[in-house]
Nanobody
Framework: VQLQASGGGLVQAGGSVTLSCTAS????????LAWFRQGTGNKRDFVGG???????YYTDSAKGRFTISRDNTKNTVYLQMNSLTPEDTAVYYC????????????????WGQGTQVTVSS
């Protein structure tokens, strides 16, 4: 499975951006997908995930501001981010687990290359 993330960029605080991640290979509709982010440290933090059935999971910081969705016809998962703050500045990664959503990065089998989101104050 190969993942290609896109949609990052520079956005002002309070603004919005939508990230996309398109997969090739495998059976996209059966996968659990997640978004992680990595700020200045080395740790990738879970942002949210979506299972094959469509149920979604978010961290507390993402709830109410971020929305994950998937389009199985396009093999694409989206992360819509609203009300952005400078604390959301990070490289955002999409990831695949073949079975379920987990909050830990090491549980994911495949990763996209990351896309930078920078929120200016």
């Amino acid at each position: 499975v190969q993942l290609q993330a896109s949609g990052g960029g520079l956005v002002q605080a309070g603004g919005s951006v939508t990230l996309s991640c398109t997969a090739s290979g495998g059976t996209f509709s059966s996968y659990a997908l997640a978004w992680f982010r990595q700020g200045t440290g080395n740790k990738r933090d879970f942002v949210g995930g979506i299972r094959s059935a469509g149920d979604t999971y978010y961290t507390d910081s993402a709830k109410g501001r971020f929305t994950i969705s998937r389009d199985n016809t396009k093999n694409t998962v989206y992360l819509q981010m609203n009300s952005l703050t400078p604390e959301d500045t990070a490289v955002y990664y999409c990831a695949v687990n073949l079975y379920n959503v987990y909050y830990t990065a090491r549980m994911y089998d495949y990763w996209g290359q990351g896309t930078q989101v920078t929120v200016s104050s």
